[in-house]
């Protein structure tokens, strides 16, 4: 039995070995630098360097533009409330930002891929085309959760004149957006802030008045915030407020 399934491993080792190597061979693409010689050479070294800038700036891009910079300070604010250190992780916490992120934006993802993604790629629309239509919902989302204090504040500073937000640009619109979701995050940390710090004071005060002012009040309250947290179902109730302010 033995000899038999170490016979069917060294068949396996060689199967895989001559995959790898017949992939190690397969065709790929040949990017080479040099100097441009013609306008469509100078245009297509510029689309490369674009692409590449946007793939750079892809982080700062989901932060600012979408519903992740709220999620993401709300949960650690609660993380923060409870006292846990870091429990649950930064990995934790990022992902499942993420995912709510892909969750809430779900909406204009889809309105993105149906109006710019699927006709540019079947040649209906062109490359700037395809970038207008991409604004758009994302346009419509920023404004739908921006402040209008915040909005006229960097139109002010830009010297923006505009009659209708229709023509107010997605540059100023991005910078008001954020700080309004900075605000509303804030809102809801404190909120969520309050519970907590009602049972740090109690068992603060229950401890000095046992004379026991040498034992840290954190220790003490760390387990009673566990409990109701736990009773109340947080993490459902934190995560219902976040899809519900949207």
């Not at 491993?9 to 040949?30: M, N």
């Not at 750079?56 to 250190?85: C, D, G, K, Y």
């Not at 204090?149 to 009659?163: I, K, M, Q, T, W």
């Not at 540059?171 to 809102?187: C, G, M, N, Y």
């Amino acid at each position: 039995m033995k000899k038999s399934f170490a016979l069917v491993l060294c068949l396996l080792l060689v199967a895989f070995a001559h995959v790898g190597v017949g992939l190690a061979w397969e065709p790929g693409v040949d990017l080479k630098l040099t100097s441009p010689e013609t306008p469509q050479d100078v245009i297509g070294m510029l689309n490369i360097f674009l692409v590449l800038t946007v793939l750079s700036l892809a982080p700062a891009i989901l932060v600012l533009m979408t519903s992740f910079t709220r999620s993401v300070i709300v949960l650690s604010f609660t993380r923060n409330a409870l006292a846990t250190q870091q429990v649950p992780p930064n990995q934790v916490i990022v992902g499942l930002s993420l995912f709510l992120t892909l969750f809430i934006m779900a909406p204009v993802f889809t309105e993105i891929n149906e109006q710019a993604l699927q006709p540019y790629l079947s040649g209906e629309l062109t490359q700037e085309e395809a970038l207008r239509q991409v604004q758009i919902p994302l346009r419509e989302f920023m404004l739908t959760h921006t402040r209008a204090r915040d909005l006229e504040l960097f139109a002010d500073v830009s010297g923006v004149a505009a009659e209708s937000v229709d023509e107010i640009p997605t540059l100023t619109i991005i910078p008001a957006f954020v700080i309004s979701e900075l605000k509303t995050a804030f809102q809801m940390g404190f909120l969520i802030f309050v519970p907590f710090l009602v049972i740090d004071m109690v068992i603060a005060s229950t401890l000095m008045s046992m004379g026991m002012m040498m034992l840290p009040p954190v220790m003490i309250s760390l387990p009673f915030k566990i409990l109701l947290f736990v009773l109340v179902d947080g993490w459902h109730l934190v995560v219902k407020s976040l899809l519900q302010s949207f």
